[in-house]
């Protein structure tokens, strides 16, 4: 085999037939959010579920992992076709527990995390623990998939999150894919009748301008919660994910792990000799 691995090689049989598919689920917000009940409803649809989620929000938490506290999972339920475990670390920890201990045995044919509260756009995707746990899952041989709703309201409404998940879960199922994949997608707010489709598009490149508000508290001691805003680096380009969901597009990035940047790997040799 060439070095390029294909998903529907390495699955075999379990393309045909969705009872034999095995999909972990994840996400940052805990796993008793809304976006996890409607990653579950994504998931069902192709196959058994296991849930391995933290016990609390762990927005923000990239690819950290526990290393210096002991770490409980917890069964939360179970019922036909998908079992829930909270897990007390980090998104990549809950998809390490999975891998490593509870489904050791078994083989895994997808990766689902979210579906997350806020976008995941742009420079979002590095600091995301949603897309972090969707990252560390591609690292097992399975495809993965980060979903995010723009949308941080307790009310938001995940239906065309759901739609939008099934409908590229079951293009990765159906089609021939190569290895490592991990996509990032994002859902604009909207009805399902709202959205305009989807956009494969490429990462924009914004970034965060940071604010740090400094407060005291009763006793005299300073304590900052930090906030910002998002600057949009190239606003008027039109084939990012920002531009994407400004106008009512599902925006899927495919993304990787490879950091190095090529152009300045060529550049710098005319420098640093």
């Not at 938490?61 to 506290?69: D, E, G, L, R, V």
């Not at 239906?159 to 998940?165: K, L």
């Not at 508290?217 to 994910?241: C, I, K, M, Q, S």
Request: charged fraction near 25%; aromatic fraction near 10%.
């Amino acid at each position: 085999m060439k070095k390029a691995r294909y998903y529907s090689y390495l699955c075999g049989k379990t393309i045909g037939k969705m009872n034999e598919r095995l999909i972990l689920v994840t996400n940052d917000d805990g796993y008793d959010s809304k976006g996890m009940e409607a990653a579950i409803e994504v998931a069902r649809a192709f196959g058994r579920v296991v849930v391995v989620a933290p016990e609390t929000t762990q927005s923000g938490m990239s690819q950290a992992i526990t290393m210096y506290n002991p770490l409980y999972l917890r069964r939360i339920r179970e019922e036909e076709g998908v079992a829930v475990y909270a897990f007390s670390g980090t998104p990549v920890d809950c998809v390490k527990m999975a891998f490593d201990y509870l489904l050791r045995d078994e083989r895994v044919d997808m990766v689902i995390s979210g579906v997350n509260h806020g976008s995941n756009s742009a420079v979002n995707v590095l600091y995301s623990g949603t897309m972090g746990a969707a990252i560390e899952g591609s690292f097992y041989g399975c495809p993965a998939v980060g979903l995010s709703l723009d949308d941080h309201g307790a009310d938001a409404d995940f239906a065309a999150a759901v739609v939008y998940g099934r409908r590229i879960v079951g293009d990765i199922f159906a089609a021939e894919v190569e290895l490592p994949l991990c996509l990032n997608v994002n859902v604009p707010v909207g009805s399902v009748g709202e959205l305009k489709g989807m956009k494969l598009c490429r990462q924009n490149r914004g970034f965060w301008r940071e604010e740090f508000y400094r407060h005291e508290d009763p006793r005299g001691r300073e304590y900052f919660w930090l906030t910002g805003e998002f600057v949009n680096g190239e606003p008027e380009a039109t084939d990012t994910d920002e531009w994407a969901l400004a106008n009512k597009y599902v925006a899927v990035v495919p993304v990787q792990v490879d950091l190095t940047d090529y152009r300045q790997l060529k550049n710098l040799t005319k420098v640093l000799k």
